[in-house]
């Protein structure tokens, strides 16, 4: 099991906007801004989008973006475009494990 | 441009023994962490461990400890990791990654992964 809690699945039309949450604990995630997200398409290793919860590394998109309310961090794609559909997983510090944790994967469909 | 080469596809028996490899370069192999991850068919993502080559300081997640082996040839820029006996759970894709100095949840550059079928 996942230290980090991700919906399995998440959907939209092209041009909408979608959110990924990925949730920790107190007693982990909680007390730490180092979250990344990564994009994975299939057959391809996985790509860092978003670092520091909010920061978007160079030649990423505007329309990927990070945030944080409490224990739980989000992703949102806005303007979906066909090529966003892809896994995505969230990483963060965490005491538990000095490497960090992964979430279990959210995969995105562009309908 | 920061590269992360890595060995090829690997068909292995229960009880056999490998050892893979990540040749790096684009930048000072010695000043940073790099190490493995790995990614079961169909699941998630997994730190494994890291090592850095400066000093060959390596550290294990708690489930991988005592279960593979990571090393570094700093004269070759490569790291590597080993199995002294592979089980079919042991079939994986496994990606080396190069963290961000030594944040470990930020990791800025991937290798493409090498494929390991453990199967008798």
């Known amino acids: 099991q996942s230290a980090l809690t991700q919906p399995p699945s998440a959907s939209g039309s092209p041009g909408q906007s979608v959110t990924i949450s990925c949730t920790g604990t107190s007693s982990d995630v909680g007390g730490y801004d180092y979250v990344s997200w990564y994009q994975q398409h299939p057959g391809k290793p996985p790509k860092l989008i978003i670092y520091e919860v909010n920061t978007r590394p160079s030649g990423v998109p505007e329309r990927f973006s990070g945030s944080r309310s409490g224990n739980t961090f989000f992703l949102t794609v806005s303007g979906l475009q066909p090529d966003d559909e892809a896994d995505y997983y969230c990483?963060?510090?965490?005491?538990?494990?000095?490497?960090?944790?992964f979430g279990g994967g959210t995969k995105l469909t562009v309908l | 441009e920061v590269q992360l080469v890595q060995s090829g596809a690997e068909l292995k028996k229960p009880g056999q023994p490998l050892k893979i490899s990540c040749r790096a370069s684009g930048y000072t192999f010695t000043n940073f962490w790099i190490g493995w991850v790995r990614q079961m068919p169909g699941s998630g993502l997994e730190w494994m461990g890291v090592?850095?080559?400066?000093?060959?300081?390596?550290r294990y997640s708690p489930s991988f400890q005592g279960q593979v082996t990571i090393s570094a040839d700093k004269s070759i820029d490569t790291a590597y990791l080993q199995w002294d006996s592979l089980e079919a759970s042991d079939t994986a894709i496994y990606y080396c990654?190069?963290?961000?100095?030594?944040?470990?949840?930020?990791?800025?550059?991937w290798g493409r992964g090498s494929l390991v079928t453990v199967s008798s």
């Open positions: 990654a190069r963290p961000h100095l030594g944040h470990f949840a930020r990791i800025d550059f």
């Open positions: 090592i850095y080559p400066g000093d060959s300081e390596t």
């Open positions: 990483n963060s510090y965490a005491d538990s494990d000095n490497l960090g944790v």
